[in-house]
């Protein structure tokens, strides 16, 4: 393994090759929250607010003055941070230590442990570098399995469906949990933030690297853009390219199985709800996007669901019209259950018979 024992810096790679290595970020937690190595522990020598302070003073002072600034600021946290790292080493992993850049900030506390007896490396380049590691991959990434693309109106039920053939044991990629967005413009209510795309990219890696090795994988039809991140072109050109399965069902359980997704929490949705209406001002007009408003207000929220759908949803992803020549296979979905196991038949013909076993891999 390449590393640089004496100075105790190693490269991305070679970090990741360790067994069960425990990367500690030293970045401050907002840089922490946009993206991170995955499973790092977040150990910020500056808060926001002082990162902020120091940064202004290297800027409009200079950097004697902001690295005196930083000591000052560090100096009485560091035997909480040493304890913090040295009961973290006590695991018996290996600790890898790393900043925005592989700078002063994982250098400096690299150096103090070694004093203090306790074994780190430094990341090489640090978190830039590991996330043009993460880049590099999946610009180089070579798709194997046919995608299999579930289609369908909005409320025919693709995700519970997809997370139905998931507990199965059927290879599936949920792009909308991993982006935690339903990728629609009311797809962020109730969900909290979604997913950064350094985040979301390490995320869907791992996915495709898991799955990567069989015959199919089961997504939903998916735009380039989910809420706030993109699919890389090759996965959003497998999507385009291949197998389509339609779910269809009437617009009454489309209705209602919107409702139950969108209101469990009704009082504590609607101001979003409401926000997401205004968005829709300038496609729908403001006479119809005030009578959403009224009718939301006042209570009459099955209607307003009726009006998005036929209105706006069906009209915007058009597969009413859609040719059924257009899809492989069309499949009723009035009954979950029963669509996920018509799709499992489909795939037994597409890919070979296929069963999960007791770990809930798929066999062929």
Same mark, same amino acid.
Request: aromatic share 8%; hydrophobic share 40%; glycine share 8%.
């Given at each position: 393994?390449?590393?640089?024992?004496?100075?105790?810096?190693?490269?991305?790679?070679?970090?990741?090759?360790?067994?069960?290595?425990?990367?500690?970020?030293?970045?401050?937690?907002?840089?922490?929250?946009?993206?991170?190595?995955?499973?790092?522990?977040?150990?910020?020598?500056?808060?926001?607010?002082?990162?902020?302070?120091?940064?202004?003073?290297?800027?409009?002072?200079?950097?004697?003055?902001?690295?005196?600034?930083?000591?000052?600021?560090?100096?009485?946290?560091?035997?909480?941070?040493?304890?913090?790292?040295?009961?973290?080493?006590?695991?018996?992993?290996? @600790? /890898? =230590?790393? !900043?925005?850049?592989? *700078?002063?900030?994982?250098?400096? $506390?690299?150096?103090? %442990?070694?004093?203090? #007896? &306790?074994?780190?490396?430094?990341?090489?380049?640090?978190?830039?570098?590991?996330?043009?590691?993460?880049?590099?991959?999946?610009?180089?990434?070579?798709?194997?399995?046919? @995608? /299999? =693309?579930? !289609?369908?109106?909005? *409320?025919?039920?693709?995700?519970? $469906?997809?997370?139905? %053939?998931?507990?199965? #044991? &059927?290879?599936?990629?949920?792009?909308?949990?991993?982006?935690?967005?339903?990728?629609?413009?009311?797809?962020?209510?109730?969900?909290?933030?979604?997913?950064?795309?350094?985040?979301?990219?390490?995320?869907?890696?791992?996915?495709?690297?898991?799955?990567?090795?069989?015959?199919?994988?089961?997504?939903?039809?998916?735009?380039?853009?989910?809420?706030?991140?993109?699919?890389?072109?090759?996965?959003?050109?497998?999507?385009?390219?291949?197998?389509?399965?339609?779910?269809?069902?009437?617009?009454?359980?489309?209705?209602?199985?919107?409702?139950?997704?969108?209101?469990?929490?009704?009082?504590?949705?609607?101001?979003?709800?409401?926000?997401?209406?205004?968005?829709?001002?300038?496609?729908?007009?403001?006479?119809?996007?005030?009578?959403?408003?009224?009718?939301?207000?006042?209570?009459?929220?099955?209607?307003?669901?009726?009006?998005?759908?036929?209105?706006?949803?069906?009209?915007?992803?058009?597969?009413?019209?859609?040719?059924?020549?257009?899809?492989?296979?069309?499949?009723?979905?009035?009954?979950?259950?029963?669509?996920?196991?018509?799709?499992?038949?489909?795939?037994?013909?597409?890919?070979?018979?296929?069963?999960?076993?007791?770990?809930?891999?798929?066999?062929?």
């Amino acid at each position: 393994m390449l590393v640089n024992r004496l100075h105790k810096i190693i490269t991305v790679a070679n970090a990741l090759q360790l067994e069960d290595p425990i990367f500690v970020d030293m970045r401050s937690p907002s840089e922490f929250q946009i993206g991170s190595i995955k499973g790092a522990v977040n150990i910020p020598l500056f808060s926001n607010e002082e990162r902020v302070l120091v940064g202004t003073t290297y800027k409009s002072v200079g950097a004697e003055d902001a690295k005196q600034q930083g000591l000052e600021i560090v100096s009485g946290k560091l035997p909480a941070i040493v304890q913090q790292i040295r009961t973290i080493s006590q695991k018996g992993s290996t @600790v /890898v =230590v790393y !900043c925005w850049r592989g *700078g002063m900030r994982s250098r400096s $506390v690299v150096g103090i %442990l070694d004093i203090m #007896g &306790i074994a780190a490396y430094q990341l090489l380049g640090g978190y830039k570098a590991y996330r043009r590691h993460i880049l590099d991959k999946l610009g180089a990434f070579s798709l194997n399995p046919q @995608v /299999v =693309v579930l !289609c369908g109106s909005t *409320g025919t039920g693709k995700t519970a $469906v997809l997370e139905l %053939l998931g507990s199965k #044991g &059927i290879p599936v990629i949920n792009l909308e949990k991993l982006a935690n967005h339903r990728g629609s413009v009311f797809g962020q209510i109730g969900l909290g933030s979604a997913t950064t795309a350094p985040n979301f990219d390490v995320a869907l890696l791992d996915e495709l690297e898991r799955y990567n090795d069989r015959p199919f994988i089961v997504v939903e039809c998916e735009s380039k853009r989910v809420g706030k991140v993109y699919l890389p072109d090759f996965l959003y050109d497998a999507i385009k390219q291949g197998k389509k399965l339609l779910l269809i069902t009437d617009i009454e359980t489309r209705i209602s199985r919107l409702m139950e997704e969108y209101l469990d929490t009704y009082d504590k949705n609607q101001p979003e709800i409401l926000a997401c209406i205004e968005t829709l001002r300038k496609r729908l007009g403001n006479k119809k996007t005030e009578r959403l408003l009224d009718d939301f207000r006042q209570g009459h929220v099955r209607e307003v669901v009726r009006t998005l759908l036929v209105k706006y949803y069906d009209p915007l992803y058009g597969y009413e019209g859609a040719a059924a020549s257009y899809f492989d296979q069309t499949i009723f979905a009035d009954d979950l259950h029963n669509a996920a196991e018509k799709i499992i038949e489909y795939l037994n013909q597409l890919g070979g018979t296929c069963y999960a076993d007791s770990r809930g891999n798929i066999e062929k």
